[in-house]
């Protein structure tokens, strides 16, 4: 083991490509002096990170038991520990719910979902027998009043929030916190990848008329004021290395507005959502 790191939390965060959220979370940890596990499919998507020492990287296909077991035996073996799991990896799936392909749903739920619960399943035996630790599953306030043609992405965030909060109360046993984290509008790549997956799908039949609007909302988050990538991240971490952090912390754009939608009755929710997403 090294030396010199006991002191500095170790944190593990997925999805940590250049110009995303998980980026901008893992120099926002570092700059709070935790020593970051950065993962990525690949580990190319993080070369800026290479030379700098706070930084520990590991490819982490979160859809792979192996490749989250081989991970976690590298960062326990080199920290003895994992004192944060930031789940940040997830994929948009844009498109009407009655004729997405089942598979690309399924996706996007075995990432979000079963992903997370991979990642948690493989830490919290380390973070239980030490009596302490952190959670963090990155959720999303689309799922605070959730509106067309985003649905699968929109639903695998509800599940992810409902998770959080059994898992707030089945883990507190053993000294584990868990927070779930409700970003607004954020700059990232998030864009780029759903108009990657949405240019795979099927020509639709029955919203065929609704071609430019569904294809829109891929970039949706991805407007002039959508909130740069480490303010978020400054705030989050923040509020995740609190003595005790928040259950909820929702931040960037929209953030406040959709925290309002969720309380509206669901008429008056319906009609802006219709206005917002011409639906
Ligand atoms: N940006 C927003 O406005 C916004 C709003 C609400 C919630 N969020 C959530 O914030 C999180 C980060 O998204 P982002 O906006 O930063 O989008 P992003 O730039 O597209 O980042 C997503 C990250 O997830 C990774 N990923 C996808 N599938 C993976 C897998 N099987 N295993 C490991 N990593 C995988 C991607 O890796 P590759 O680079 O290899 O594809 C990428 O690093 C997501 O959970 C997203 O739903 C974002």
Wanted: hydrophobic share 40%; proline share 5%.
């Amino acid at each position: 083991m090294d030396d010199n790191i006991h002191d500095r939390p170790v944190v593990l965060i997925t999805g940590c490509s250049t110009g995303g959220i998980g980026h901008a979370l893992a120099r926002a940890f570092a700059a709070r002096s935790c020593t970051v596990v950065a993962t990525s499919r690949s580990r190319s998507s993080m070369v800026d990170l290479e030379q700098d020492p706070r930084f520990f990287l590991q490819e982490l296909d979160v859809l792979s038991d192996e490749s989250v077991q081989r991970t976690l035996q590298n960062v326990v073996g080199k920290y003895g520990r994992i004192d944060v799991l930031v789940n940040n990896a997830g994929v948009q799936c844009v498109g009407p719910l009655a004729e997405v392909p089942l598979s690309d749903i399924q996706h996007t739920f075995d990432t979000k979902i079963a992903g997370s619960l991979r990642l948690i399943q493989a830490v919290v035996p380390h973070m239980a027998t030490r009596k302490q630790g952190k959670i963090v599953n990155i959720g999303s306030v689309t799922a605070m009043a959730p509106g067309p043609w985003s649905g699968a992405y929109t639903a695998s965030k509800s599940a992810l929030h409902a998770l959080s909060d059994t898992l707030r109360l089945e883990l507190r046993h053993f000294g584990i916190d868990v927070v779930t984290v409700v970003p607004g509008a954020v700059k990232s790549n998030i864009a780029n990848s759903a108009i990657a997956s949405y240019n795979r799908m099927p020509e639709w039949k029955l919203f065929k008329p609704f071609e430019a609007v569904i294809r829109d909302r891929a970039y949706f988050s991805q407007k002039s004021k959508s909130t740069p990538s480490d303010e978020f991240a400054k705030h989050t971490v923040d509020a995740i290395m609190k003595k005790n952090p928040p259950a909820w912390f929702s931040s960037g754009e929209y953030s406040f507005i959709m925290n309002i939608m969720y309380y509206l009755p669901l008429f008056i929710r319906d009609l802006i959502l219709r206005k917002a997403m011409k639906c």
